[in-house]
């Protein structure tokens, strides 16, 4: 007897191959009907006998696609119809639905046989793709996702192309960015005043030239990158000039995992997410005998590797046959580029030469930044392969936007049960990085129908995104505004990775918060959940002489220390660093510390671990955000089997517990007249703290009764640090919170900020 089902799926369920699975599984069970795309979902009627279409309905949950994410599948069974084929109809677009969309996807493995097979008419074409692999969220621009709203509707498909591209049973059956030699996008190889390059082959010019030391711009999937031979230091070094990098660790691409394992030590997760669909940048131990460059990154024992995600980086790196710097094609903190015109307008001054192609990006997209802790994988920059597939929440949300904060800035925006944050938008310390996060938020709000009601922002007033949203105060009478405290901001993001909406003991250690005092926070002990938080302890208050200039020049922050801690006589205990400190510039520390002029008080522990590096002579200066914490972090490593602690005393006052500082730094001074190794005076530093987290985490889950700790902040990207909190809070009977799907850094603020929002917005002063 035959029966009707009505179906609709939902999730990632376009781009993906399903119409096609969806089809074949129709004739495998001999069913008739139809499946279309709409603006919301995939719809689907299937006619045919009850255990068919029971069959076919297990099947399409359990066995889709290898890219498709089955958010939701309903159905309803009605009277038979007169259905005698099943067949794929024409895409509809429905107002104000949307639909979950793909992030870009890496070369599959069918595509990588074609583009090495010299027989195949894809051969050595660098912009094969197919419905399992390829641009997706860089080259939309509106739903439903078909080739007219991509950037790919300028090029029409030769008639091998649309015969693939019609089959439901071809493996590219509407891959919108389908395409070939003879009509699809090409390469263009242009110096760096964008005249063409006269050559038989463009890519292995490109990388001959890249052998001989040059610098090539490539345009990627969300933009440029910058590309040189990362085992000749001296063109690492020039890049670095040019870049206007002088320090700052640079990522690197190789060929196959094999040659990832020549220069890393590969764990089985790390390998499992280099070759991952994802396929992002992985920070991986770094080798001894590794002929990268230790220019690539300076003084540290990780190496951020990536295997090559899109045709064009596989054939480059086999016909280079040398591991490549990829690093994003931008000047200093500026976005990345992402138009050709642009690209050599912006980068003509680093890049000699441009690897350039007519496939337009609508959306610019960073490569993601991953480790693996454990069995965990953390996202320090979220972007590439991630985004924008959603956060799922444990509530129906309102429509909100998060704005973020000033560094490694994202917004969110949440509605129904997802919290979409965005890819990474970059430090907002400029106009274009500005307009790369109106522009995106623009896309996304378009994207996923989104017209927020509510817009959350950091307590800090020189932010942009706050200046941002207090403009928009100005503009919008029916929107309510909500200012967000940074570090609740951070649990409560920590707390929405897990999927826990109940109250936790909330450990957010970063370098910069506006604290709800007036104060900088930085060391933050709470219970906290969605609606608020109680400040439980926090790191002892201290001077920040210069306020930014002390961030940048983490002695100044020593000698506050040394000078609200043990006084004068610190300065006079010949120490090493201060050698190098002329006395003039001291005096006027110490006057400025006096009189309080631009002198904030901070419990940021950023600000201790500057101190602390300065302190020893590690770092007293600093080219990139966090390098003096990451140097102290790095030199732990060596002092293998040290076991001893710097005290950290808890002091109760006015009702909350502070970690005093006082014995540490004078444990500190008593090491390095004894002449103590810096690598051990770092070990016991990190073993002492992650002895203190415990205590403050103890003492507050016997006040509040909470067991369970969510640990966030830019701090806990120090591995050595992360690892020692985790192991003594579990053996303490803790349950413990860390990152998986949003960075733990202030990548993650305007998740919390969007749901924080979503429980206390209130109306516009």
Request: overall charge neutral.
């Amino acid at each position: 007897m035959l029966e009707l089902a009505r179906i609709n799926a939902r999730g990632v369920v376009q781009g993906v191959g399903f119409r096609p699975f969806v089809y074949r599984l129709a004739s495998k069970y001999n069913l008739k009907g139809w499946v279309y795309n709409t603006s919301e979902d995939v719809k689907i009627e299937v006619q045919g006998e009850r255990k068919g279409i029971e069959c076919f309905l297990l099947e399409l949950q359990d066995n889709a696609p290898p890219l498709a994410r089955i958010e939701d599948i309903s159905a309803t069974y009605h009277l038979p119809a007169d259905y005698t084929t099943f067949e794929i109809r024409r895409s509809t677009a429905e107002k104000n639905k949307y639909q979950l969309i793909s992030p870009d996807i890496a070369t599959c493995q069918a595509c990588l046989k074609e583009i090495f097979d010299p027989e195949d008419r894809r051969y050595h074409y660098p912009f094969t793709n197919c419905t399992n692999c390829g641009p997706r969220f860089t080259i939309i621009e509106d739903i439903p996702y078909d080739r007219p709203n991509t950037t790919m509707r300028s090029f029409k498909m030769c008639p091998e192309c649309q015969v693939e591209y019609d089959n439901p049973l071809d493996r590219r059956f509407h891959a919108q960015p389908n395409a070939c030699p003879e009509c699809g996008p090409i390469l263009e190889l242009v110096n760096a005043h964008g005249d063409r390059m006269a050559c038989s082959d463009i890519i292995t010019t490109a990388a001959q030239l890249l052998r001989s030391g040059k610098i090539i711009a490539i345009k990627g999937l969300g933009g440029f990158l910058l590309a040189c031979d990362a085992t000749n230091e001296k063109v690492v070094e020039l890049l670095r000039y040019r870049k206007r990098r002088p320090a700052k660790p640079l990522a690197i691409m190789v060929a196959d995992i094999d040659e990832a394992k020549r220069h890393c030590y590969v764990s089985e997760g790390e390998e499992k997410l280099l070759t991952s669909p994802q396929s992002p940048i992985v920070l991986m131990r770094w080798k001894p005998d590794s002929t990268v460059s230790q220019a690539v990154a300076p003084n540290l024992k990780y190496l951020g590797g990536m295997l090559p995600y899109t045709p064009l980086h596989h054939i480059l790196l086999k016909e280079t046959k040398l591991p490549l710097i990829m690093t994003s094609g931008n000047l200093s903190e500026e976005p990345i580029a992402k138009d050709n015109d642009e690209a050599i307008r912006r980068l003509s001054g680093i890049a000699d030469y441009f690897l350039i192609h007519n496939r337009n990006i609508y959306a610019k997209y960073d490569d993601s930044v991953t480790i693996i802790e454990g069995d965990n994988i953390q996202l320090t920059r979220r972007a590439r392969g991630y985004a924008p597939y959603p956060v799922h929440l444990t509530f129906k949300a309102k429509q909100v936007l998060g704005c973020g904060a000033q560094l490694k800035n994202t917004f969110c925006l949440t509605k129904d049960n997802y919290a979409f944050l965005s890819q990474h938008i970059g430090d907002m310390e400029n106009l274009e990085t500005m307009e790369h996060f109106e522009n995106t938020l623009n896309l996304y709000k378009k994207l996923f129908r989104i017209k927020p009601e509510i817009i959350a922002y950091d307590l800090h007033p020189e932010y942009l995104s706050t200046k941002y949203a207090l403009e928009l105060a100005g503009q919008f009478s029916n929107i309510k505004f909500t200012p967000i405290q940074h570090h609740h901001a951070h649990i409560v993001s920590c707390m929405v990775d897990n999927g826990v909406d109940a109250p936790v003991i909330g450990v957010a250690l970063d370098g910069t918060g506006y604290g709800s005092d007036g104060h900088v926070w930085g060391a933050e002990f709470l219970v906290a959940d969605y609606h608020n938080f109680k400040r439980m302890g926090h790191l002892q208050y201290l001077p920040l002489p210069g306020g930014e200039a002390a961030i940048k020049r983490p002695y100044r922050t020593a000698i506050g220390y040394l000078l609200n801690l043990l006084g004068e006589n610190a300065l006079g205990s010949d120490l090493a660093f201060l050698r190098a400190i002329d006395n003039t510039e001291v005096e006027l520390l110490k006057r400025q510390i006096q009189t309080g002029l631009n002198t904030p008080l901070t419990s940021s522990m950023g600000r201790l671990f500057d101190a602390v590096s300065a302190l020893i002579g590690l770092r007293g200066e600093i080219d990139y955000e966090a390098q003096a914490a990451i140097e102290l972090e790095m030199i732990a490593y060596d002092a293998v089997g040290e076991t001893k602690a710097y005290p950290f005393p808890i002091i109760e006052q006015n009702g909350e517990n502070i970690l005093n500082l006082r014995e540490l730094f004078s444990a500190i001074i008593s090491d390095l007249k004894r002449k103590n190794s810096k690598a051990n005076i770092s070990a016991k530093f990190h073993n002492g703290l992650s002895q203190a987290i415990l205590q403050m985490c103890q003492i507050i889950s016997h006040e509040s009764g909470k067991t369970q700790v969510a640990l966030s902040g830019g701090v806990f990207q120090n591995r050595l640090l992360l690892r020692k909190v985790i192991s003594n809070l579990s053996s303490a009977g803790f349950t413990v919170l860390t990152h998986s799907q949003v960075p733990c850094n202030d990548g993650g603020i305007s998740l919390g900020q969007a749901v924080i929002a979503n429980f206390t917005a209130e109306p516009k002063a």
